[in-house]
């Protein structure tokens, strides 16, 4: 008895390299989209602890007297903080002071806002005079 062997024809061959190559590049293409995505969020993470930052810097009434004088007025106030190179990226906080939801002379309402890149993130808090 004679078994004949078959072999992969070119066509099969040609076939499966497209097949194998197609499932390559959708594996290469979501460890790239992930690869993205965590530089992404390292951005946003470097930028929220900035924030945070220059919020502390302004943690109590004397700290914001001193940036807006007394009492303190309403505007935005970006000289205080410098600007900050982390890996390549450049985050530039900017500090905003408004009156807050009641008695605008005892409680202030303070945005900070880091902008990088074409992004931002903003943190708020309150601050009392007591």
């Given at each position: 008895m004679i078994i004949k062997k078959r072999a992969l024809t070119l066509i099969e061959m040609a076939i499966s390299?497209?097949?194998?190559?197609l499932v390559f590049v959708g594996v290469v293409n979501v460890?790239?989209?992930g690869f993205k995505a965590a530089a992404k969020t390292k951005q946003k993470t470097a930028a929220c602890n900035?924030?945070?930052?220059?919020?502390?810097?302004?943690?109590?009434?004397?700290?914001?007297?001193?940036?807006a004088g007394s009492p303190p007025s309403n505007g935005t106030y970006t000289t205080p903080p410098d600007p900050?190179?982390?890996?390549?990226?450049?985050?530039?906080?900017s500090v905003v002071v408004s009156d807050?939801?009641?008695?605008?002379?005892?409680?202030?309402?303070?945005?900070?806002?880091?902008?990088?890149?074409?992004?931002?993130?903003?943190i708020t808090t309150l601050q009392a005079d007591y």
């Open positions: 390299i497209i097949v194998l190559s460890f790239n989209m900035i924030a945070r930052e220059v919020m502390e810097t302004y943690d109590d009434w004397s700290a914001l007297v001193t940036l900050v190179t982390l890996n390549g990226v450049v985050y530039t906080p807050g939801p009641v008695s605008p002379l005892q409680l202030k309402q303070i945005d900070v806002t880091v902008t990088w890149d074409s992004d931002s993130i903003t």
